[in-house]
């Protein structure tokens, strides 16, 4: 069965802790590692598209990474406006499918 | 581009009432598709369509829970009747078939 799982489930930092949060996945034929971020009360707002290992992609603090079985995004020096659940998605084999993980809450404290 | 359009925002209701979540996707877009969240499941996908059809409703809850795209540019889902356990934040996205879904902001619906 197809499955995304990302770790830790929270994650707490200080201004300028640098982290990474992780997304393992277990997808046949994989099409595409997402990333997104989603906010109190509002839809998950698309950050990353990641397509084959190695593969690397940036946005201000954010950096995602892609290897065969898990995908990382590393947070450098996060400030207070980046605290937000932070969801990955795969799409199913055959499908257009996008099955999520379950997210990373983060807080990042003044 | 306005993004993905959802109404309403809230929706709060009684128990065996008629439930109808609209959606208008981005245009341009040719796929749909129907999200519940909630804290226990996390997001779910309901049901999906390309070019106007259902393509997969694999994840529709119970006969309660329809679905149409009768164009391009609308679509709804319906729950009749709706019942408590239902209570949940419904997402529609959009996409151009195979690349990043663009999430609309959501209807929180209550069913008391």
């Known amino acids: 069965e197809d499955q995304v799982t990302q770790s830790p489930e929270a994650l707490r930092l200080q201004e300028g802790e640098s982290s990474s949060l992780n997304c393992s996945y277990t997808v046949s034929g994989l099409r595409g590692l997402f990333w997104y971020r989603q906010d109190p009360g509002k839809g998950p707002e698309f950050l990353f598209t990641?397509?084959?290992a190695g593969e690397e992609k940036e946005k201000e603090r954010l950096k995602a990474t892609l290897t065969k079985k898990e995908s990382f995004l590393h947070i450098t020096a996060p400030k207070p406006e980046d605290s937000a659940t932070y969801l990955c998605a795969a799409y199913q084999g055959g499908s257009e499918k996008l099955v999520f993980g379950k997210g990373t809450k983060l807080t990042v404290n003044p | 581009d306005a993004g993905v359009i959802q109404s309403p925002r809230h929706e709060v209701t009684e128990m065996g009432q008629e439930v109808t979540l609209r959606c208008k996707p981005i245009?341009?877009?040719?796929?749909l598709f129907w999200y519940r969240q909630t804290m226990m499941r996390g997001l779910e996908l309901l049901i999906y369509f390309n070019n106007n059809v259902p393509i997969d409703d694999s994840g529709m809850p119970e006969d309660r829970f329809s679905a149409k795209m009768p164009n391009a540019s609308f679509s709804t889902l319906k729950i009749q009747p709706s019942e408590p356990r239902d209570s949940a934040v419904y997402f529609c996205?959009?996409?151009?078939?195979?690349?990043?879904?663009?999430f609309g902001p959501g209807t929180r619906l209550t069913v008391t």
């Open positions: 245009s341009g877009h040719n796929s």
């Open positions: 996205a959009s996409s151009l078939a195979l690349g990043e879904q663009y």
């Open positions: 990641l397509y084959s």
